[in-house]
């Protein structure tokens, strides 16, 4: 089982790009998929989540209107499109998916409690992204 991120790098603001969340060992969509971010110095924060049905999402505050979250079941890929980046959009980006969780939170919760990390039981490796003002 493996979560593999990737599509990061250095942008200047108002750019954009793509992260790619890959999963090998499990389907994807058999589970609440999620985006992280976690910037020098705080915590990890829930970017943005989709639903098994990919007929639910949630997006941060702090990045709605500018984050698509999406799913390609056939590729077995969840991805962020990120536009209009802002310098404080920088962080290491990570996926996540509730296969392997303890405990998982009952589907009617909301998506915007479901998008909480300490629901998500199998992590991916960060992606890099910095956004240059």
């Known amino acids: 089982v493996q979560l593999q991120a990737s599509g990061g790098g250095l942008v200047q603001a108002g750019g954009s790009l793509r992260l790619s969340c890959a999963a090998s060992?499990?389907?994807?969509?058999?589970?609440?998929t999620g985006w992280f971010r976690q910037a020098p110095g705080k915590e990890r924060e829930g970017v943005s989540c989709?639903?098994?049905?990919?007929?639910?999402?949630y997006y941060a505050d702090s990045v709605k209107g500018r984050f698509t979250i999406s799913r390609d079941n056939a590729k077995n890929t969840v991805y962020l499109q990120m536009n209009s980046l802002k310098p404080e959009d920088t962080a290491v980006y990570y996926c996540?998916?509730?296969?392997?969780?303890?405990?998982?939170?009952?589907?009617?919760?909301?998506?915007?409690?479901?998008?909480?990390?300490?629901?998500?039981?199998?992590w991916g490796r960060g992606t890099l992204v910095t956004v240059s003002s």
């Open positions: 996540a998916s509730m296969r392997s969780s303890p405990w998982r939170p009952a589907q009617s919760t909301s998506m915007e409690r479901q998008c909480d990390r300490r629901y998500f039981g199998s």
């Open positions: 060992g499990f389907s994807m969509d058999n589970y609440v």
């Open positions: 989709i639903s098994k049905s990919s007929g639910r999402l």
